[in-house]
């Protein structure tokens, strides 16, 4: 699709959001209000371009002309020709607000203005703008060059017009979008709590240690990563802030319920990878723990974590968060799950799922512990997830 794009944000998102733009023949103007960052974007970009040169994935000529295609701009007016404007700066509603309305006067009519958000509601972002039926929410995920999933969230202000827009401009990108619902996380941020959530509870009760957390999972459900493995990759920080953001904005459901153990993790500035120590050190020469070899605590172990996050995506479904097309896609594509969730909970059966719950239920009486009553209602009528 031949457009002019706008990304504001020259950081991690916009950076990788400007490229896979220009990748797709659009000529893209990328805005930040500080000159470093705006530098550092143009260094990054063109490393990765050559990065991809000496792999052989595009020729000279190709990668000339698809950074001649991205113009870096220091004034927010320069924008005024765009057709589409992607916002990927600060994670912050009064700072965003005030770019949407300021931005609302230099765009044209049509253009379309979209929030790259992880966990403000686009609705919010939307009421900053008289013309809020042309805002809606596109979800990058990082490294947006190499990640197929986009989710698109329209605010309930979104025009259908937009989000058909949004959707082609994005296939039209080469990416997957998927549709979801302006609700906290959106899908994938949500789905994946039990991911860590359940682990860490796990650890906490001291039945197993984070070694033999994680190769249960890799091991008996093919995650490439276990989950104390992907905290200290993603960074126990930001796990952290997304989980609490996600809890808070659900009204404090025990089902997302934040864990001391990350918590004082982040206080020691155990970050993970990026302070060399998380759950795992990562000096050199550092010996990496052993899992215990115990098959029947690993399959228990995998079980649990497994039908909490599938419990999570039938109370999507239930909830119309997103089709179960979308729901299993946002999964596989977004953060590389070996199968979707709904497709798995088919696989082992919805009797075993519930049944796992109930037991869990029943165990600790706890309301994390619910199970979805789209589940129970399928278990009775002996069905499966329809997934197309
Ligand atoms: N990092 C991720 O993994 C990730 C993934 C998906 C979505 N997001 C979302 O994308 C957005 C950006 O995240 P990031 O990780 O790229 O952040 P970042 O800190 O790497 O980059 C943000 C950039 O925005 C610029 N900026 C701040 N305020 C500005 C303003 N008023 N006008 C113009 N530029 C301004 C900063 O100078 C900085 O260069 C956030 O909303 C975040 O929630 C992040």
């Known amino acids: 699709m031949d457009m002019n794009v706008g990304v504001i944000g020259s950081g991690t998102m916009g950076t990788g959001i400007a490229q896979v733009a220009a990748s797709s023949g659009c000529k893209v103007k990328i805005y930040d209000n500080q000159p470093q960052a705006l530098e550092k974007c143009r260094k990054s970009i063109q490393g990765s371009l050559q990065k991809m040169l000496e792999k052989g994935k595009i020729s000279q000529n190709e990668a000339e002309q698809l950074f001649g295609r991205i113009s870096f ?10 057709d589409i404007v992607i916002e990927a700066i600060i994670e912050n509603i009064a700072v965003k607000s005030t770019l949407f309305s300021n931005l609302e006067h230099i765009v044209s009519e049509n253009c379309i203005l979209a929030s ?18 042309r805002v809606i929410g596109i979800h990058f995920f990082n490294p947006a060059q190499l990640m197929q999933l986009v989710e698109i969230i329209p605010a309930i202000q979104t025009s259908d017009a937009t989000t058909e827009q949004a959707l082609r401009i994005i296939s039209s990108w080469n990416k997957i979008p998927v549709l979801a619902k302006d609700t906290p996380g959106f899908i994938v941020n949500r789905l994946a709590r039990p991911f860590y959530g359940e682990a860490l509870r796990i650890y906490e009760e001291g039945i197993a240690d984070f070694a033999t957390i994680d190769h249960a999972m890799k091991h008996f459900g093919g995650f490439r990563m276990g989950p104390f493995e992907l905290m200290d990759f993603i960074g126990n920080d930001i796990n952290y802030t997304v989980t609490e953001s996600v809890f808070t904005a659900f009204y404090f459901d025990p089902r997302y319920k934040p864990s001391f153990t990350q918590k004082r993790m982040i206080e020691a500035g155990y970050l993970g990878r ?8 990562y000096a050199e020469g550092a010996a990496m723990p052993k899992a215990a070899e115990d098959e029947s605590l690993g399959k228990d172990i995998f079980a649990r974590i497994l039908v909490m996050l599938i419990n999570e995506a039938a109370e999507a479904l239930h909830l119309n ?7 299993d896609l946002a999964m596989t594509k977004g953060v590389n799950y070996p199968k979707g969730l709904l497709h798995w909970a088919n696989e082992i059966g919805i009797d075993f799922c519930v049944d796992k719950l109930d037991e869990l239920y029943h165990n600790y009486h706890e309301d994390r512990y619910r199970c979805s009553v789209l589940f129970r209602k ?7 997830f329809e997934i197309n």
């Not at 399928?378 to 499966?384: D, N």
């Open 73 to 82: 701009i220091g004034d927010l007016t320069a924008l005024n020709d765009s």
């Open 321 to 327: 968060i997103a089709t179960a097309r979308d729901l």
């Open 378 to 384: 399928m278990k009775a009528e002996g069905r499966k």
């Open 274 to 281: 990026k302070s060399g120590r998380g759950y795992y050190d």
């Open 116 to 133: 790259n958000t992880s966990s403000l509601s686009i609705a919010s972002i939307a009421a900053s703008c008289k013309k809020a039926e």
